[in-house]
């Protein structure tokens, strides 16, 4: 990829520059930031070869973490360490710095999206996989301890190619339709288009500064890109990367909103929007036909046909705030509650097709509800969600959208996961003391049937399966960590695959076919 040949000569280069310049020690932070990591990283810290250093990406490294990446460098990646430059007050200083938030951001719309397109000109498409794997039943795993993404024949768990990926991914990866290609968005806003058959990447755009996911068109010719900054929604071709729309985001008061999330909605042929700052969801639809419910009178009062907008926008307003979501499986219904909620206030229930709350949800302690599962239970279909906050699993009838049982965990939890062919759901216990345990809660009664506690003392999350439902990949979120096969019938452990921090997991098959266990 040129943007890693970039980066590793200009890391040279801003090292040799430094070197020339003889010990600079301590000049006040915002000189020694143009001094040795603008060249990198962006004048204006929003990033260029290396990734943005501002709040909202930096969040997860905590202040020493951050001073000791700067004076001895980052292994296996292309950042130098500065100590011979800098001393620990100096480092020290960058941080307060790099922890301000910036005030004015620069423009980053159609135009300078395209031109951070950055395609890979050694990539050679192919007309098979060149590997002998079942193509539905490969499953990537995202390793964010040094920044890769490792592909793993499902069957016989060889990892097929271990590639390098922009700086800090979030969110699920998305499947084309087919399965063949994988888009991968960075908390950069980043996002890089890989070829599973030819296993290349085949090229990377910055589809915003700060985003949070992306989503999938059902129809597989659009990625949507949500961001925090700036406050906008992006619409990517698949095809080449290049920018097909830029929705700035704004409430029907005018007041600007990042976005939280957005997610594809197949049978409606739109994206739903979460939205942070205001109490609105957005459906932005690329079909042909959108139903015609309630859109915005911008593109109305123009005088064009449905078919003359490119992509539509109906703006739905809420009694509250809500940024996280749960599609039921007909995905007619919103269950979605605010992150920023304080311990007990609750969700709401939305049903699409009329636009109107339907439901209040009775939601203990900050729900991650876009890592719930859905599976058949006394003729009903029910829905479990992870809290961070309070340490039970809800879960919640989804007809009369009543909470039937709080599952008591051994803390706060981030993912629930589960398989149509499996008799168990997995739920982590990612918070606190005991985040090295894993519960497997039983789908009909309700009960833990086992603890594990794969690695002793070390972090243990996030579960996905092979496409049959056989086994079970459990993480070790460590940077020693590892991705431990359990056969999902025995609760055995059957092989321990070695890996950088990995977090997220996901099996072609499970993804491209809306599995109700996971996440779409
Ligand atoms: Fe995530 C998915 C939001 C923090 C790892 N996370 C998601 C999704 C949302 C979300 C909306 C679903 C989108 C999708 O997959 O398309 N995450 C948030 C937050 O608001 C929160 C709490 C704070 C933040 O600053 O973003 C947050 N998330 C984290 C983490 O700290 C995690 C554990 C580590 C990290 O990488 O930052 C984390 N989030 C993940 C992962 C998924 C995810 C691995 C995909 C799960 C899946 O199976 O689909």
Same mark, same amino acid.
């Given at each position: 990829?040129?943007?890693?040949?970039?980066?590793?000569?200009?890391?040279?280069?801003?090292?040799?520059?430094?070197?020339?310049?003889?010990?600079?020690?301590?000049?006040? *932070?915002?000189?020694?930031? &143009?001094?040795?990591?603008?060249?990198?990283?962006?004048?204006?810290?929003?990033?260029?070869?290396?990734?943005?250093?501002?709040?909202?990406?930096?969040?997860?490294?905590?202040?020493?973490?951050?001073?000791?990446?700067?004076?001895?460098?980052?292994?296996?990646?292309?950042?130098?360490?500065?100590?011979?430059?800098?001393? #620990?007050? +100096?480092?020290?200083?960058?941080?307060?710095?790099? &922890?301000?938030?910036?005030?004015?951001? *620069? *423009?980053?719309?159609?135009?300078?999206?395209?031109?951070?397109?950055?395609?890979?000109?050694? $990539?050679?498409?192919?007309?098979?996989?060149?590997?002998?794997?079942?193509?539905?039943?490969?499953?990537?795993?995202?390793?964010?301890?040094? /920044?890769?993404?490792?592909?793993?024949?499902?069957?016989?768990?060889?990892?097929?190619?271990?590639?390098?990926?922009?700086?800090?991914?979030?969110?699920?990866?998305? $499947?084309?339709?087919?399965?063949?290609?994988?888009?991968?968005?960075?908390?950069?806003?980043?996002?890089?288009?890989?070829?599973? $058959?030819?296993?290349?990447?085949?090229?990377?755009? =910055?589809?915003?500064? @700060?985003?949070? @996911?992306?989503?999938?068109?059902?129809?597989?010719?659009?990625?949507?890109?949500?961001?925090?900054?700036?406050?906008?929604?992006?619409?990517?071709?698949?095809?080449?990367?290049?920018?097909?729309?830029?929705? %700035?985001?704004?409430?029907?008061?005018?007041?600007?909103?990042?976005?939280?999330?957005?997610? &594809?909605?197949?049978?409606?042929?739109?994206?739903?929007?979460?939205?942070?700052?205001?109490?609105?969801?957005?459906?932005?639809?690329?079909?042909?036909?959108? *139903? #015609?419910?309630?859109?915005?009178?911008?593109?109305?009062?123009? +005088?064009?046909?449905?078919?003359?907008?490119?992509?539509?926008? =109906?703006?739905?307003?809420?009694?509250? $705030?809500?940024?996280?979501?749960?599609?039921?499986q007909t995905y007619e219904y919103i269950m979605g509650a605010s992150r920023d909620g304080a311990e007990g206030t609750g969700g709401q229930v939305?049903?699409?097709?009329?636009?109107?709350?339907?439901?209040?949800?009775?939601?203990?302690?900050?729900? /991650?509800l876009s890592s719930g599962t859905t599976w058949e239970r006394n003729g009903t279909t029910v829905m479990a969600t992870p809290h961070m906050r309070?340490?039970?699993?809800?879960?919640?009838?989804?007809?009369?959208?009543?909470?039937?049982?709080?599952?008591?965990? !051994?803390?706060?939890?981030?993912?629930v996961r589960s398989h149509e062919n499996s008799k168990y759901i997995w739920a982590d216990v990612f918070f606190g003391p005991n985040r090295d345990? %894993?519960?497997?809660?039983?789908?009909?009664?309700?009960?833990?049937?086992?603890?594990?506690?794969?690695?002793?003392?070390?972090?243990?999350?996030?579960?996905?399966?092979?496409?049959?439902?056989?086994?079970?990949?459990?993480?070790?979120?460590?940077?020693?960590?590892?991705?431990?096969?359990?056969?999902?019938?025995?609760?055995?452990?059957?092989?321990?695959?070695?890996?950088?921090?990995?977090?997220? !997991?996901?099996?072609?098959?499970? !993804?491209?076919?809306?599995?109700?266990?996971?996440?779409?």
């Open positions: 990829m040129t943007r890693s040949t970039n980066f590793s000569k200009i890391a040279r280069l801003a090292t040799a520059v430094v070197a020339l310049s003889g010990s600079l020690g301590f000049a006040g *932070p915002n000189e020694d930031y &143009q001094e040795h990591c603008a060249s990198c990283h962006g004048e204006d810290r929003l990033g260029g070869s290396g990734p943005a250093l501002i709040p909202e990406t930096l969040r997860k490294i905590r202040g020493p973490n951050l001073a000791e990446v700067i004076l001895n460098g980052r292994v296996a990646t292309q950042m130098p360490g500065f100590s011979e430059y800098l001393d #620990q007050g +100096g480092a020290d200083a960058i941080v307060e710095l790099l &922890q301000t938030p910036i005030e004015v951001l *620069p *423009p980053w719309g159609e135009e300078e999206i395209n031109a951070s397109r950055d395609m890979n000109p050694d $990539y050679i498409p192919v007309d098979a996989p060149v590997w002998d794997a079942d193509p539905m039943n490969i499953t990537v795993v995202v390793e964010t301890g040094d /920044h890769h993404v490792s592909v793993l024949d499902g069957d016989t768990f060889e990892v097929l190619d271990r590639f390098p990926t922009p700086f800090a991914v979030h969110g699920g990866p998305k $499947y084309d339709p087919t399965g063949r290609y994988l888009f991968i968005m960075s908390r950069d806003g980043w996002v890089q288009k890989y070829d599973i $058959y030819a296993l290349q990447t085949v090229g990377q755009v =910055r589809a915003g500064l @700060n985003s949070r @996911n992306i989503a999938m068109s059902s129809d597989g010719k659009w990625l949507a890109v949500a961001s925090y900054l700036p406050n906008m929604l992006t619409i990517l071709s698949t095809e080449d990367l290049t920018v097909a729309k830029v929705q %700035m985001v704004k409430g029907k008061d005018g007041t600007p909103s990042r976005v939280a999330a957005v997610y &594809q909605v197949p049978p409606r042929e739109s994206f739903v929007l979460a939205l942070k700052d205001v109490p609105e969801i957005w459906e932005i639809f690329y079909g042909k036909n959108p *139903p #015609q419910f309630g859109f915005a009178h911008d593109w109305r009062t123009e +005088g064009l046909a449905h078919t003359d907008i490119p992509f539509p926008v =109906r703006k739905i307003t809420l009694p509250d $705030y809500l940024d996280d979501f749960f599609f039921d939305i049903d699409l097709v009329i636009g109107h709350k339907i439901a209040d949800l009775d939601l203990p302690g900050m729900p /991650h309070g340490g039970v699993v809800s879960v919640i009838d989804m007809s009369t959208w009543e909470t039937i049982k709080l599952i008591e965990a !051994k803390g706060p939890g981030f993912f345990l %894993m519960h497997v809660i039983d789908k009909q009664s309700l009960e833990i049937v086992k603890t594990l506690q794969p690695a002793v003392g070390k972090t243990v999350a996030h579960v996905e399966f092979t496409k049959d439902g056989r086994y079970a990949l459990v993480s070790v979120w460590e940077d020693d960590g590892a991705v431990i096969i359990y056969d999902a019938e025995t609760l055995e452990e059957v092989r321990r695959l070695p890996m950088r921090k990995p977090s997220g !997991k996901y099996n072609v098959w499970n !993804k491209i076919t809306f599995s109700e266990g996971t996440s779409h």
